[in-house]
């Protein structure tokens, strides 16, 4: 069964960091992009950023702030979130995708307060 | 950037009845590159639909897409209880990747 495991998020203050990390399982990593999606509390879904074998995409809101990558030996993806806003907290999803969402992790919450 | 609006906001029918779901956006979608998930309280989105009209592994039949171009629409023939959630339509034929605002879909 894929398995798709996030981890890393927490409460932080604003202009913090953290590394979101997600661990992919039973299916075929290298042939995927990989994708976070976020969702703030009783809002939307938003495509946050991408990685495929070679290049990396990013939504404007979080461009210089956000790094994503990908560690194909190990089948796990990063999200580096840096300079942390409140407007950033949300549940963020980590998905596998071949264009569209294939695969669906249950997410990892960030708080961004003071 | 393409804009995604879905109508209408909230959908509110009875176990049994069809749904009719309108996702519309600003331009032209490459290549049909258009999907569907849904939602429930608690949960990860789940994909229902890719390229506007397949359905994606273990999706029952009741749920169908249709549409090319603008106009997209996913229905579900006859709504059993574990339907009613939120739905979201999402284009990859362009970037960034966007997502519709969401249809919920209730029981009347």
């Known amino acids: 069964e894929v398995q798709l495991l996030e981890s890393g998020g927490g409460l932080v203050q604003p202009g913090g960091s953290l590394r979101l990390s997600c661990v992919a399982s039973?299916?075929?990593?290298?042939?995927?992009?990989m994708v976070w999606v976020r969702q703030a509390p009783g809002k939307g879904l938003e495509w946050v950023s991408g990685i495929s074998t070679d290049n990396t995409y990013y939504v404007d809101s979080v461009k210089g702030r956000f790094t994503i990558s990908r560690d194909s030996s190990k089948n796990i993806v990063y999200l580096q979130l840096n300079s942390l806003r409140a407007e950033d907290t949300a549940m963020y999803y980590c998905?596998?995708?071949?264009?569209?969402?294939?695969?669906w992790g249950q997410g990892t919450l960030v708080s961004v307060s003071s | 950037e393409i804009v995604l609006t879905q109508s209408p906001g909230t959908l509110s029918l009875s176990p049994g009845e069809r749904a009719a779901l309108s996702c519309r956006a600003s331009?032209?979608?490459?290549?049909?590159?258009l999907a569907w998930y849904q939602q429930k309280p608690g949960q990860a989105p789940r994909l229902l639909i890719y390229g506007a009209s397949s359905r994606a592994t273990g999706i029952p039949d009741r749920f169908s897409g249709s549409g090319s171009g603008t106009d997209f629409t996913l229905t579900i023939s006859r709504l059993e209880p574990e339907d009613f959630a939120v739905y979201y339509c999402?284009?990859?034929?362009?970037?960034?990747?966007?997502f519709g605002q969401g249809t919920k879909v209730e029981i009347k």
């Open positions: 999402q284009q990859y034929g362009g970037s960034p990747r966007t």
């Open positions: 331009q032209s979608v490459n290549s049909n590159f």
């Open positions: 998905t596998a995708a071949r264009g569209y969402l294939d695969y």
């Open positions: 039973d299916f075929s990593f290298r042939t995927y992009g």
